[in-house]
């Protein structure tokens, strides 16, 4: 089993930045992918991005690339999203995923285990 709490939502106006922490118990952390998704009222969930076992390699949403950043740090066992240029339209509730492999896959589906998500709300 694994346990991920995220932490660092909350509300920003329009151009602001927020980060998001992902801290993950219970198996190890450094050899698996990890991913972010979002889900916004009425709306299916949406890949944000995710990152592979070391942080080698990063995927980004087109709707989010070159505002939003994510890393890791394996000797914490935590992922992090950098975000930036915050829009109206990145309001959603934010889920962190962890899949039980190296390089992470696209579809939310593929992941194994889920945070319960913290909400995120841009104002114009």
């Known amino acids: 089993q694994v346990q991920l709490v995220e932490s660092g939502g909350g509300l920003v106006q329009a151009g602001g930045s927020l980060r998001l922490d992902c801290a993950a118990s219970?198996?190890?952390?450094?050899?698996?992918?990890m991913g972010w998704f979002r889900q916004a009222p009425g709306k299916e969930r949406e890949f944000v991005a995710s990152i592979s076992w070391n942080g080698g390699r990063t995927y980004y949403a087109d709707s989010v690339k070159g505002r939003f950043t994510i890393s890791r740090d394996n000797a914490k066992n935590t992922v992090y999203l950098q975000m930036n240029s915050l829009k109206p339209e990145d309001t959603a509730v934010y889920y962190c995923?962890?899949?039980?492999?190296?390089?992470?896959?696209?579809?939310?589906?593929?992941?194994?285990?889920w945070g319960q998500g913290t909400q995120v709300t841009v104002s114009s």
């Open positions: 995923s962890y899949y039980s492999g190296a390089y992470p896959p696209r579809s939310w589906s593929q992941y194994d285990y």
């Open positions: 219970g198996r190890t952390f450094s050899s698996y992918a």
